[in-house]
């Protein structure tokens, strides 16, 4: 089994950080392995960003499908960039990090939290919980009040904040979930769980287990309406489209 | 790893059919084994079914903690009954098989419809929808007409009603994905999906999966509050409970 | 007309408290008597509780129905523990005290919220008001930080924080209505009456006087589909469950 | 116990039916009297006339405060019509029909239909069954294709439609609770009831009974800010409404 | 074009406030005069208010349509009071405040929060809430907790207030757009848009420009069935709503 | 003033008659004028179509802000692809067609259909409705059965097919308003408003209408988070997008 993890933007250090955690999410016999696409923001804040790395989604998953033979699809990056778009390209499951999260952790906890860097406004958020059916057990966004860069640069601050977010979570929100919606925080994600006593999931492992489950059975994403291939028809400028159309 | 399949109702035949769908579902080095309590109703319809039907889904659970050693749980009934209280006996994961197959479904189709037997009243589908946050991508229950007895009885007709409703529920309800809510429809779900252009779903096979998953991140129901142990005091008459209080 | 409460946990003294309200409570020509089950828990914290509660709910209910000719039952237990499958076994109205006191609070109030002991998860809370409708006009859960059985041997500090919470979920939060979410807070809601100008409200007593109502009216439960009796099959080890099915 | 039926419109002969099935309703010990307002619209339908018919509602609540001694009130027109307001200018319980019945139906039924003479849109009925959080257990709205005048004046053909119409409501909408939408069905409210197993209700029974309930309880509405009384000051052209402002 | 704009209450210096708002806000070439009716409330707080200045909203239209020539209708006051029944009196397009500056934010903002003078109970704003569809990018209510009068005499403590309720909707809401939610605000607006970066719209001017908007495309209400003229009928004390009847 | 609207499929002759719309719905003073991107895909139909017609949309929303003075922009495709990416890169307004037509319509009419072409699935609408507040007004879509080529080459029968459409919608959905979801049948919008008492809106008139009173406010884009500018980095591939940055 072949899973192609694309991260959506064009920053090659954060790859390498998913691929290291995919690595270690995968079961033996999986085989995973992670790319950016050649084009697209080298870093991801808010709808632009999103609709801009979509493009490069979307290439990487239609080479994923015509030249590399990838049986799952997963969409690096906490935003879920284009999770619809590239559902209709191909017809091999497409997962991205915070459906995979959060539908992990409603089988094991009543409700969660979600850790995040800076705050930028929860309309985006607000429409992700609703498309995933998770409005309901979702308590909180916590910040760390740091930038992932700022993170990276002064980890041991942020570690302190890490776990102040973490703790107001479960303290004053009552949390009894936790989401790490940065790949920056996965490698302190052990020593968190080892403070308090909440399931804390990244996005990564969880998408690598169950694009596993899913290609176990044999499942593909239902082409019949919403998301069949595009129809055929001339796309200038992105003519790597072409290869997707409906036959 | 130890997958337990508790079918909550006290008939044997029904516990062997499962037991076949769980073994073809597993995946190598997964051991699944399928129970019936020794107390409880035949079958399972309606609330109060559901009710009785718990006290030995608990007791297998407790059992399965004490005794056996499963890694994973499993509620082999599409009602999910006692799916709440039986998370709070264990640490291990619980998984009901509505919740599994919606959950699994989700992630490739935008919506489904259930094939059911009988009309039945649906206030328990809408709790259950709610429940599992997929109000939103559900689309109808359509009855085969027929009761599980009566589907064994006549399969000919059976498989004649299931066809019916699977392509009502595609045609007529825009369903974009299938899910079978009885486990006697799983021997003719290739039969179906050879004719229907839909992800086509039981509740058993996602259910393993997922357990797999879950078992194999090495993740553990939340305790910390909703789900948290049974407090410590007597139950006269449920003494089998005392195992499961927090120490 | 003779009212039923049942206690669904096994403590006699609480059966006892649950008998004084509802002596006062009732109108002239009403007879009310209060049971416990000999079987299960000794109090009721969670969804196993609610669980294994429930048989005992069921059998009093029956009993009620053909050895003691009552017209009408209520759980006397703030989580009405087994509301549904009770509304099966009988056609003679079942209330709940959550929801009576919910119900009856609406009319008079535009919102309310909800005095409890100690913070146990909000999860069941949500499920009750979604159930009841009442999620729109539900303000919030205060507590008193203080177990059942502290409260009762340290009242003085008890009420203190009693009257701390109702002023809190008041001022804080606006609160129009306040519901006691324990019996054990009953016999000082005169006092907080006095105090706080909102309706205040136990249970028991609008259990009572709703019960009093659907009897007087002549009207039993719907048995169309949803909560008729349970289906004619073997139920080993609750055989008390035959006399309820349908004949 | 003195409880006072407001028929919103100014045709007598409703009042005296709605006076009628009150006098049946009543407990004995029971005072129930019916009256119009001399002002406002000869029947009630739509917005509009519901805006206009609300001053001889406020009208009437206050002269019943100050004059007639009245403990309860009941707005007697399946609309509701100014129920919030009369709720701010009295602190004695103010009950609407539809309210009411839908109230206790919600005890006694999982959901239910609504019988109507002619389709007249639904934005008035959702806001209805939202402001009393009933959306959930709403099943639809069945006409007898017939104006109240018309039903009257043809009651054979009346009776058939309406039997046709609860049928539909069973049979095609599975509800399995029929509330009456017009006072003109109450008649043959005991004939329904003999040909089809589900609770039927009018709305003034339950209407009745839910204030002796308050009145019975002690209870008075909540002054504390939603429905506090009217502020002090001047109303030209609505004089009476001084002597219900905050003293 | 002309617009009519309808102070619900009876006190004139409102009327001069909003025609010296609408003034402003109108394009060249819309006439836009302001009126009190004769009869109702000198201000308006709460249901019972909102009812009796109904009765004022429609006789002002009806004369509007019938001796005035106006081309649109601004109920101006932010409770938008009697809306839904002045639609039904006229086919001219009829505009409230509340609903025309949550319009406008909705497409230039992702949420607002409503600055208010006095907490009065969250039920009416809920309501109109859910009546625009603006439940989900309402962000909170913030009070300068002086009333409309005491703004009046002490504007320099107002306007402090004031600058304290944007900027806690802001930064501890974070509100993304400021609605004033009284005209008493609006002189001020200005001095609030230099300080705070984000839209802030009182409700006269959108108002305003989506009735020039609307009479522009030449759209009138919908008399379908909903909004539909009042039914012929006698309606004593309220003669002037025989003009606006259907014919 | 000068709007300019951007078709975002690379069809020119659809262009053309947005942009004859377009100068119909126009007021006296305001510039009109229509753009297609020079690359995305000929005509759009789902999300992926939806995904690269928004890099075409990004870039014509900043080459209208840096090059050509417009003052608001109007995404002229029901889909309205990229309309919150669309936000981010400009101050001004920007509207999309959907958003528009339901904005305006709610304001004239109690609830809507839409009618389309053909079916496509639902989940794009059921966001696009959530997303802008109209789940609750929103009635039905109804289809003609006719792709948009289709209709163009026998409008003869397409004409047919449409009134089939808009009278399904009103007798057997009670529709009170319509909305026409393609721009081919703008040309007989007129005929259609002869033959059905509702108001019938295109897309595109509401969106200019909306635009101008916008910028007739000077309203802008509220850019204090979730729609502000797009952070300040490198875009490989897609260098257009650095003019829009956070300078």
Not at 41 to 69: C, N, Q
Request: aromatic share 6%; with cysteine.
């Amino acid at each position: 089994m072949k899973i192609k993890l694309i991260n959506p933007n064009t920053t090659q250090s954060m790859t390498d950080g998913v691929q290291e955690i995919a690595l270690k999410a995968a079961s033996l016999g999986t085989e995973v392995y992670s790319v950016s696409p050649s084009r697209g923001p080298a870093s991801i804040a808010g709808y632009a960003d999103k609709a801009i790395a979509t493009i490069g989604v979307l290439e990487e998953i239609i080479k994923g499908d015509r030249e590399e033979g990838a049986d799952a699809y997963i969409i690096a990056c906490f935003g879920d960039p284009g999770l619809d778009a590239a559902k209709m390209v191909t017809d091999k499951p497409v997962l991205g990090m915070a459906q995979s999260a959060m539908t992990v952790m409603r089988l094991i906890a009543p409700n969660f939290s979600i850790i995040g860097n800076l705050y930028g406004g929860m309309a985006g958020r607000k429409e992700a919980l609703a498309k995933y059916g998770m409005t309901d057990v979702y308590v909180s966004d916590r910040y760390i009040g740091m930038s992932v860069l700022g993170f990276e640069q002064d980890p041991v601050r942020g570690v302190k904040e890490l776990r102040r977010a973490v703790r107001e979570a479960i303290e004053l929100d009552h949390a009894e979930g936790i989401i790490l919606g940065c790949a920056g925080f996965v490698p302190y994600a052990d020593r968190l769980r080892e403070e308090f006593p909440v399931p804390i999931l990244d996005g990564i492992t969880p998408a690598v287990r169950l694009a596993e489950a899913l290609v176990g059975m044999g499942l593909k994403t239902s082409k019949v309406s919403t998301w069949n291939y595009p129809q055929t028809q001339e796309v200038p400028g992105f003519e790597f489209m072409k290869a997707a159309q409906i036959k």
